[in-house]
Structures are given as structure tokens and as C-alpha cells.
């Protein structure tokens, strides 16, 4: 088991940023393929951002491509989600995911991660 564990959440205006971390307690996430998801009320939970295991490719969803990017900070055993110019199709409980190695080359899929944070709510409004 990997947990991880989501913060950063919250409320922003709109036009305005939040960054979302996700740590893995007790564990590093180096070698990890990692990845962003959302679900909206009412919604399935979506694709918004992932890397592959070291960092060097990164995906994201149309909707939040020049947005949005998903850093690591190796030393802090963290991967972020920087979300810029928030606008009102982005709320929702935001998770992180993980997928421990080997991984495939490319784009993961939703069912292909192993290990789920348990969320964090991100809201936007003046």
C-alpha cells in the first residue's frame, strides 16, 4: 500500500492559482508514475494531469493544457498540481494517483493506477 495524502485545496476566485500538493507517507514516490483526477457533483471522475515515472513526459487534459502543470520536487517526495487561471469548470474534489513501477511508456489510464489520495476540494468563486 501507498498512502497518499492530498492538500492545497480550497477557494480561489476566478483567474486566480492554487497548488495542490500529494505526499506518500513512508514512502518515496521516485519511480512512481503519478497522475491528477477530478470528479464534479454529478460527474465521473476525470483526467486532468500525469507524468510518467521520472518526470520527463507529462499529459494533461485539453480542458486544463496551458493551465495547469504537475511538478515533482524529488527531495520533498512531492508532486504538485499548479493550477493557473482557475474558471468556473474546475471545481471539484481533486485526487492524486500512483502507480508503483514498472510502468509503460505513455499516458496512463484511470484504471491503471494502483493507489488513490482521498481528495481535496478545490472551489472557485468571487
Same mark, same amino acid.
Given at each position: !500500500?501507498? @498512502? ?21 507517507? $513512508?514512502?518515496?514516490l ?5 497522475g +491528477?483526477?477530478? !470528479?464534479? @457533483?454529478?460527474?465521473e ?7 510518467? +515515472?521520472n ?10 493544457k $496551458? ?14 498540481? !499548479? ?7 474546475? @471545481?471539484?474534489?481533486y ?6 513501477? @514498472? ?12 493507489? +488513490?489520495? !482521498? $481528495? ?7
Amino acid at each position: !500500500q501507498v @498512502p497518499l495524502v492530498e492538500s492545497g485545496g480550497g477557494l480561489a476566485q476566478p483567474g486566480g492559482s492554487l497548488r495542490l500538493s500529494c505526499v506518500a507517507s $513512508g514512502r518515496t514516490l521516485r519511480s512512481y508514475a503519478m497522475g +491528477w483526477f477530478r !470528479q464534479a @457533483p454529478g460527474k465521473e471522475r476525470e483526467f486532468v494531469a500525469s507524468d510518467n +515515472w521520472n518526470g520527463d513526459y507529462t499529459y494533461y487534459a485539453d480542458s486544463v493544457k $496551458g493551465r495547469f502543470t504537475i511538478p515533482r520536487d524529488i527531495a520533498q517526495n512531492t508532486v504538485f498540481l !499548479q493550477m493557473n487561471s482557475l474558471n468556473t469548470e474546475d @471545481p471539484a474534489v481533486y485526487y492524486c494517483a500512483a502507480r508503483e513501477p @514498472p510502468v509503460r511508456h505513455g499516458k496512463l489510464t484511470r484504471r491503471e493506477y494502483e493507489y +488513490w489520495g !482521498q $481528495g481535496t476540494q478545490v472551489t472557485v468563486s468571487s
